[in-house]
């Protein structure tokens, strides 16, 4: 069977208008900006006068039924999208309603309890040493209506970061070669990374791009994270040990997404060097066991991102490529079955 592709041309793309998106948007948010959370100067969110393109597509995760694929950028920390599985040409935006707190460098979504989707930034630096962003540290719930058509309501938790440093430092042990990169350097030189989010039986499951452990890649499991957004003070997060995959040296984890009893992994290496190979794998958390996925199509995809499953077990991918603007952002890939 040819491998069919959801091809997203921005340039040509039929919107919901903007006008009309707005009205839908009752939004509502729980959490104000911190001070110092915007730059000077910077005004709440809204919806744009214009279209905005969708580039540097980061994650992928399947709502509204199973309907609706909701795609998120790195390079945008106001908003979502919205693309219809049905009617691939229409894809809406889901602004973040005004007084939601800045998400930067968003890296990967995962979808949680019947409406809502995680979002995860990268709590990275980019550079060495640099000072700390914490529009990057943060982990964020959003809860979309049962269309999937607007936002009902944000809820962010702060300071992840921090808390990932400490639990790594805490089980860490032999597992790094260079344990003092990892709070104070960015992905390229050891330093913590998270490009990978996938809720998997009642946890959520963190994955590293950035540091890779002496054994493979690192996954962090969070058990019962609803408790991060309850309010009432910042809970701190009830860490799994680290989770350490077989994968090839200084092999990172790019994008997760849950599949039964297992879990599909994009793996590649945590540097940004040119030459990077992308795999697919599935993984079986029970037995930390890895099975490489020979998908058609997926080795057209220039720079993988994210990764999801639709209702039908095809395999969704979402590519974030830079200028020129790509034409094709989001694949939809016939997926092996499992053995």
């Not at 309890?113 to 962003?133: D, Y």
């Not at 309501?153 to 790094?176: E, Q």
């Not at 040296?249 to 599949?259: D, K, L, S, T, Y």
């Not at 080795?299 to 395999?315: C, F, H, S, T, V």
Request: some cysteine; aromatic content about 4%; overall charge neutral.
């Amino acid at each position: 069977m040819q491998p069919q592709q959801v091809i997203l041309r921005p340039k040509i793309m039929r919107w919901i208008p903007v006008a009309a998106l707005a009205a839908l948007m009752a939004l509502g948010c729980d959490t104000a900006p911190a001070e110092g959370d915007r730059a000077k100067g910077d005004a709440p969110a809204q919806a744009p006068a214009g279209r905005v393109e969708l580039v540097e597509a980061s994650g992928i995760a399947v709502r509204g039924g199973g309907t609706v694929a909701i795609v998120g950028g790195d390079e945008t920390s106001d908003r979502l999208w919205a693309v219809s599985l049905d009617h691939p040409d229409a894809r809406w935006e889901l602004v973040f309603p005004p007084g939601t707190p800045t998400l930067d460098d968003v890296e990967d979504l995962a979808a949680w309890g019947e409406h809502g989707v995680l979002v995860t930034c990268s709590q990275s630096r980019t550079k060495p040493r640099e000072k700390s962003r914490p529009q990057r540290d943060r982990l964020a719930l959003v809860t979309l209506s049962p269309d999937a058509l607007r936002i009902a309501r944000v809820r962010v938790y702060n300071g992840l970061r921090d808390r990932l440093l400490r639990h790594l430092a805490a089980c860490g042990g032999d597992l790094f070669e260079e344990p003092a990169a990892i709070a104070a350097n960015g992905p390229n030189r050891g330093g913590l990374n998270v490009e990978g989010l996938a809720a998997w039986k009642g946890q959520l499951l963190i994955g590293l791009r950035s540091p890779t452990a002496k054994g493979g890649a690192v996954v962090i499991p969070v058990k019962e994270p609803d408790k991060l957004f309850q309010g009432g003070g910042p809970a701190a997060p009830d860490f799994g040990k680290p989770l350490v995959l077989p994968t090839k040296p200084r092999e990172g984890i790019r994008g997760m997404a849950p599949a039964g009893d297992s879990v599909l992994v994009l793996l590649g290496d945590q540097a940004d060097a040119k030459d990077t190979a992308f795999r697919l794998v599935r993984w079986d958390p029970e037995k930390n066991t890895l099975q490489e996925l020979q998908v058609p199509g997926f080795k057209d995809i220039a720079n993988p991102e994210g990764i999801a499953l639709d209702p039908q077990g095809r395999l969704l991918v979402v590519q974030d490529d830079k200028q020129p603007k790509p034409g094709k952002v989001l694949f939809r890939l016939d997926l092996p079955s499992a053995k």
